[in-house]
Nanobody, 124 residues
Framework: QVQLVESGGGLVQAGGSLSVSCAASGPIVSAMGWFRQAPGKEREFVAGVGWSGGNTDHADSVKGRFTISRDSAKNTVYLQMNSLKPEDTAVYYC???????????????????WGQGTQVTVSS
């Protein structure tokens, strides 16, 4: 059973930067992604990265501001968030697809393993 643990969330002012990390309990031979859920809203795709780390995808709302990356040697995926806005406030979840599912998906139902989430709050 794969376990994912997020860290690095917190409070930041608008325009600031924050980085969140997701450590896996073992090698993840699949695509991984970040999702977020704000109060009263559905969970939404933020960014995804393929197994090799060379292929990424970002939601339009964060494109140019957020960057996903992964270090397979450390079983860790990162999300660097710059130029943060109050509307980025949410709980951020790390997710992984099943083994050998290498393609990035923006659909949460395509991901099998989930972390517990980390809160990111952006003040205006």
């Amino acid at each position: 059973q794969v376990q994912l643990v997020e860290s690095g969330g917190g409070l930041v002012q608008a325009g600031g930067s924050l980085s969140v990390s997701c450590a896996a309990s073992g090698p993840i031979v699949s695509a991984m992604g970040w999702f977020r859920q704000a109060p009263g809203k559905e969970r939404e795709f933020v960014a995804g990265v393929g197994w090799s780390g060379g292929n990424t995808d970002h939601a339009d709302s964060v494109k140019g501001r957020f960057t996903i990356s992964r270090d397979s040697a450390k079983n860790t995926v990162y999300l660097q968030m710059n130029s943060l806005k109050p509307e980025d406030t949410a709980v951020y979840y790390c997710a992984a697809r099943r083994r050998n599912e290498w393609s990035i998906s923006s659909r949460q139902y395509d991901y099998t393993y989930w972390g517990q989430g980390t809160q990111v709050t952006v003040s205006s």
